[in-house]
């Protein structure tokens, strides 16, 4: 099956997945929504693109991603540990997968500029790299808070050539970036295209997104048949928006005895309220442009979400997961941002492989669902990205820089 | 009882456009913002829009977005939404409430819309719910006698402007521009080219919104709309004081009277 094959989890031809998903836009965007729908839908089933996506994700982002064994880190766990490297894609993340997709769809439809939202800065880094190899002007909206947790991913972007726009209103984080990201649509939309970075969003995005990132577990499924010689009883993956989780999950989906298991950001444990577990704690509603699982007060307001991950740090979802939890294809459940940070420590000192904190909350997952696999059990985890841009939280967490151990 | 129809037929019958005027519930306060919207109703506003502060607001520029995390920090709930509103009926005024769609979700859209009817409201503009996902919604107003008014914007299609127009009923909301709340100096050229549009596809009552902040700026656009729209300047007039908001509505009823023939 290829990457771009319709398949029968696809939302209708409005954007549902059963309940979930749809167009929660200002009527002024959806002439913007419905032109990348229809671009998108020729794309998928153009050789050319496809062609040209495939060539950069293997020429440009190097693809594919490893699968290595991690063997020492897996006696933690009792039991068998693969990790998907996604952390070693270039930029760092799976993030490059998306934004090589979109900055193809955007030249496509002939649009010059590019805006995106961001939060650890990995997928404004990611965009301000695709913006500059093809040539499109970037501007990226991060969260004030974001920009000083991650200052060093600000001056990646801004030497790649883009803009970043500090986002001062609300919680200062990713949901007001993409608040300020949809502003700035709403008002350039005839040259701009708004390059989301998650599986959420107005119908086509959590299909495309989706679309773009499943080349994670076409390769991790073939990748583990190759190595271990047999399906994992598991596919383990942080989200936040979830765009790293559905994709290496779409390569499972139909392997009815994988079970796919994500891991949200449980910040300081769920009964303090500062988390992020969208989708183990929150309530149906509509935010950016779908509905979803939110967390929202009783007068639906939005609250701010809280995690030691600032790409975790989002109080809504992708509608795709929505339904795969309501369906019980998929199962969710938080970890800490201690669970996190342990787990951090942990793969670094034990493989040598310095996680995201992202990604750490994947590998605080694995932890906690090993023991019951024993073993002989078989875990695949998505490392959708490398720690380097957290060095600052590390060392703060850890007080690395007077003399602490992680 | 009054119903949006007739706040457009009264209007017309001086052969001018209606003054609208927004301001979000609870904005400076609860009690704030209904002193603000009955001196708006007595210096002119044929029809106040009661705006739900919402922690979202993506259609909003920074004045209204400031005003909704004012009225939000001063201690705001839905419920005094309809408080407000019926406030609003009390003062011999006629409201509709303008609200994202997530609070309705929450509260539920039959039971927002109940509450609504309650309190003498009589309809709900909203930015982020096109025809396409209002299946809930058109239940509930038909059930409660409430009028729905979606947006149509220079993007729309002339298949969405057709499906949009059936769709609404009492008036329909033209953007003026591509783009978010807030008070601009020159009327958008967008805006009579939308209006000749949409008139192709309805007989409703079509309202211009999006940058309005003068008598002036008002005149213009009585000149080819049924209907003047102004939120973020009366935000603004709100942190002078009452006298503003009066003055501002009188400014704007008086160019809503000056406008070169509101019959197109």
Partial sequence: MGQFTPTPHDPDARGHFGPWGGRFVPEALIAAVDELAAEYDKARIDPEFVNEFKRLLRDFAGRPSLLTEAPKFAEHAGTRVWLKREDLNHTGSHKINNVLGQALLTKRMGKKRVIAETGAGQHGVATATA??????????????????????????????????????????????????????????????????????????????????????????????LEKAGRLPDAVVACVGGGSNAIGIFHGFIDDADVRLVGVEPGGSGLDSGSHGATLTAGTPGSLHGAMSYVM????????EAHSISAGLDYPGVGPEHSHLKDIGRAEYFPVTDAEAMEAFALLSRTEGIIPAIESSHALAGALKLGPSLGPDGLLVVNLSGRGDKDMDTAVKYFGLADGGQA | MSTLSDVFAAAKAESRAALIGYLPAGFPTVAGSKDHLRSMVESGCDLVEVGLPFSDPVMDGPTIQAAAEQARSAGFRVRDLFDVVASVTAAGGRAVVMTYWNPVLRYGVDAFARDLAAAGGLGIITPDLVPDEAEDWMAASEAHGLDRTFLVAPSSTEDRIEMTARASSGFLYATAVMGVTGARDVVSSAAPALVARVREHTTLPIGVGLGVRSGAQAAEIAGFADGVIVGSAFVSAVAEGDAAVRALAADLAQGVRSGVAATV
Avoid at chain 1, 155 to 180: C, H, Q, W, Y
Avoid at chain 1, 296 to 303: C, L, N, S, V
């Fill in chain 1, 131 to 224: 913006c500059a190899l093809l040539g499109l002007d970037c501007v990226v909206y991060m969260g004030e808070v974001d920009t000083e947790r991650q200052a060093l991913n600000v001056a990646r972007m801004r030497l790649l050539g883009a803009e970043v726009i500090p986002v001062k209103s609300g919680s200062r984080t990713l949901k007001d970036a993409i608040n300020e990201a949809l502003r700035d649509w709403v008002t350039n939309v005839d040259e701009t295209h708004y390059l989301l970075g998650t599986a959420a969003g107005p119908h086509p995005f959590p299909l495309l997104v989706r679309d773009f990132h499943r080349v994670i577990g076409i390769e991790a499924r073939e990748q583990i």
């Fill in chain 1, 296 to 303: 929202q007060d009783e007068d639906g307001q939005i609250t």
